[in-house]
Nanobody, 121 residues
Framework: VQLVESGGGLVQAGDSLRLSCAAS????????MGWYRQAPGEERELVAT????????NYGDSVKGRFTISRDNAKNTVYLQMNSLKPEDTAVYYC???????????????WGQGTQATVSS
């Protein structure tokens, strides 16, 4: 599975950005996709995840109410709409795809190379 992110950039506080992550390769077993971010000197943290069956979404506390994750299963693509951006949202945003079999066996995780989002004050 290969993941390619796009949509990062430099914006001002209060602006919006939309990130995209397209999966290719052996994607048929992917069950969940999402976004994580890592700021300089910080650990990578959860931003948002969504199962491809639409049953579960999960957001990090710092982005709830401002960010929205969505997916287009036909395109094997997940999006992250980021509104009301703050300088503290500045980070490299990484896409993650996960697959697993019955009872959780065969778990695998795949990561994209990341896209930089910078929010100026």
């Amino acid at each position: 599975v290969q993941l390619v992110e796009s949509g990062g950039g430099l914006v001002q506080a209060g602006d919006s950005l939309r990130l995209s992550c397209a999966a290719s390769g052996s994607t048929s077993n992917i069950k969940r996709m999402g976004w994580y971010r890592q700021a300089p000197g910080e650990e990578r943290e959860l931003v948002a995840t969504a199962t491809l069956d639409g049953r579960n979404t999960n957001y990090g506390d710092s982005v709830k109410g401002r960010f929205t994750i969505s997916r287009d299963n036909a395109k094997n693509t997940v999006y992250l709409q980021m509104n009301s951006l703050k300088p503290e949202d500045t980070a490299v945003y990484y896409c993650k795809a996960e697959e697993w079999g019955r009872y959780g066996f065969g778990y695998k995780a795949y990561w994209g190379q990341g896209t930089q989002a910078t929010v100026s004050s």
